[in-house]
């Protein structure tokens, strides 16, 4: 049967068969399982009351920030979004009583995002949830197959020079 990445490649071997087309079966797969991902993902925040984004920051928080938090800048070196777009959603999430800003202890033109009691209180609670989502989008994957890929997918990554949040 295939996928629709097959039945795109095809039409081109149709059309410019002296075209090859063969990356497109690595890229137009990402690309498109992407955002397959993303509406499944926007979905399952959706049933807890978030925005995807929202569990990004806060996870982000939770696994990196420690008590003393992060800085707006490492928060947007993380979300890989626009400094406004940062300070939008700490706004936000701040208007939620999930994060608060503080001045930093040591340099005081800084300020950094902490989660509140509340923040993290709803990342620990939906971050068990939200494996048993992920573990059901690869369900159709086999352990080695799913481990395989992922290296496949850090190799790629790796190669396209992604290889820190900062």
């Given at each position: ?30 690309t ?8 499944d ?16 920051v ?36 701040a208007a ?9 202890a ?22 068990p ?8 989008l ?23 020079g ?5």
């Amino acid at each position: 049967m295939g996928d629709a990445v097959d039945q795109i490649i095809a039409a081109w071997g149709e059309v410019r068969p002296d075209v090859d087309v063969a990356p497109m079966a690595v890229v137009g797969r990402i690309t498109r399982l992407s955002r397959v991902l993303e509406r499944d993902l926007t979905e399952f925040f959706k049933g807890h009351g978030m925005e995807f984004w929202e569990f990004d920051v806060l996870a982000t928080l939770r696994r990196s920030g420690g008590p003393e938090g992060l800085t707006a800048g490492a928060l947007n070196r993380a979300a890989m979004v626009t400094s406004g777009a940062i300070t939008n959603r700490i706004d936000r999430l701040a208007a939620k009583d999930l994060v608060v800003r503080v001045p930093d202890a040591v340099d005081r033109r800084s300020v950094r995002v902490q989660l509140t009691d509340k923040g993290r209180a709803l990342v620990d609670e939906v971050l068990p949830l939200h494996m048993a989502n992920e573990r059901r989008l690869l369900g159709e994957l086999s352990a080695g197959d799913s481990a395989a890929l992922a290296n496949l997918l850090r190799a790629l990554a790796e190669s396209l020079g992604d290889t820190s949040l900062t």
